[in-house]
């Protein structure tokens, strides 16, 4: 997928272009892309959006993480870890009340937690996959780190990004 400089890009090819990047920043700028480019480029690209999902959790070595995690982190340590991954930085970006996002927002067309997708009509029978939840759920280290997987997700929507620690590299 070659571009001149000269072409100009569509949404779905940005998007493209940052999920096909092993860099983190890159990656979780494709989120910023779907915000920009309005409700009804999320709602016609709903499986890149669910993509856009399972490249950011590929972005942290969760089983290292879960690993860790039973040696007994802190509190503090916990949340610190979490907020560094790319998984609490998409939330954050998506779903947290800061969040601007161009005509109306994620939640309008991929609800973050099962239970909200519950309460809404955005059920997708033909991909089952009706929130970012059950898209994590699909996840490899789902059966493991699912717990934390959820919790960084929830953090992230939660949590001032201004407050959380920086993206790490």
């Given at each position: 997928?070659?571009?001149?400089?000269?072409?100009?890009?569509?949404?779905?090819?940005?998007?493209?272009?940052?999920?096909?990047?092993?860099?983190?920043?890159?990656?979780?700028?494709?989120?910023?892309?779907?915000?920009?480019?309005?409700?009804?480029?999320?709602?016609?690209?709903?499986?890149?959006l669910e993509a856009?999902?399972?490249?950011?959790?590929?972005?942290?070595?969760?089983?290292?993480?879960?690993?860790?995690?039973?040696?007994?982190?802190?509190?503090?340590?916990?949340?610190?870890?979490?907020?560094?991954?790319?998984?609490?930085?998409?939330?954050?970006?998506?779903?947290?009340?800061?969040?601007?996002?161009?005509?109306?927002?994620?939640?309008?067309?991929?609800p973050l937690l099962?239970?909200?997708?519950?309460?809404?009509?955005?059920?997708?029978?033909?991909?089952?996959?009706?929130?970012?939840?059950?898209?994590?759920?699909?996840?490899?280290?789902?059966?493991?780190?699912?717990?934390?997987?959820?919790?960084?997700?929830?953090?992230?929507?939660?949590?001032?990004?201004?407050?959380?620690?920086?993206?790490?590299?």
């Amino acid at each position: 997928m070659g571009y001149s400089g000269d072409e100009l890009l569509t949404p779905r090819q940005l998007v493209e272009i940052c999920l096909k990047s092993e860099h983190r920043e890159l990656v979780l700028r494709a989120f910023d892309v779907f915000a920009w480019a309005g409700n009804a480029f999320r709602s016609n690209n709903t499986s890149l959006l669910e993509a856009a999902w399972t490249h950011a959790a590929d972005l942290d070595d969760w089983a290292k993480i879960i690993q860790s995690s039973k040696k007994g982190w802190s509190d503090e340590e916990t949340v610190q870890k979490l907020e560094s991954t790319a998984l609490f930085h998409a939330s954050n970006r998506c779903y947290s009340a800061k969040s601007i996002c161009y005509e109306g927002g994620f939640r309008d067309v991929l609800p973050l937690l099962q239970e909200d997708a519950e309460l809404s009509d955005l059920k997708d029978t033909s991909t089952g996959k009706w929130s970012v939840e059950t898209i994590l759920m699909q996840h490899q280290n789902f059966p493991d780190s699912g717990e934390l997987m959820l919790t960084a997700i929830r953090m992230g929507k939660c949590v001032d990004a201004e407050d959380a620690s920086l993206m790490s590299d």
